[in-house]
């Protein structure tokens, strides 16, 4: 079973940043590639972003590329999301998740295991 934890969320103005952490324990870390997804109030969750297991390839979603950056340190079981340029629709909840596939995935329902999440909040 792998546990996930997120941190580093928080309240940042417009044009600021933010450095997500999720830390990984319970599994073989390399062997996951790693999600994050956002889901504001009353709407669904999305894919932001993912890594491969190790680190060579990754994927963006429209809304982030270019602001956002995911990277991996396999040897502290830690995947970051590196976010500037924060904008006020960047507000939600931040989840990063393991998946145990082959290919790197934007699908919900590839990814196996979730962490609790972290509030991200962008005030304009």
């Known amino acids: 079973q792998v546990q996930l934890v997120e941190s580093g969320g928080g309240l940042v103005q417009t044009g600021g940043s933010l450095r997500l952490s999720c830390a990984a324990s319970?599994?073989?870390?390399?062997?996951?590639?790693m999600g994050w997804f956002r889901q504001a109030p009353g709407k669904e969750r999305e894919f932001v972003a993912v890594?491969?297991?190790?680190?060579?390839?990754?994927l963006y979603a429209d809304s982030v590329k270019g602001r956002f950056t995911i990277s991996r340190d396999n040897a502290k079981n830690t995947v970051y999301l590196q976010m500037n340029s924060l904008k006020p629709e960047d507000t939600a909840v931040y989840y990063c998740?393991?998946?145990?596939?082959?290919?790197?995935?934007?699908?919900?329902?590839?990814?196996?295991?979730w962490g609790q999440g972290t509030q991200v909040t962008v005030s304009s």
């Open positions: 890594i491969s297991r190790r680190g060579g390839s990754t």
């Open positions: 998740a393991a998946d145990l596939g082959v290919v790197v995935s934007r699908r919900l329902n590839e990814y196996d295991y």
């Open positions: 319970g599994g073989t870390f390399s062997t996951y590639a």
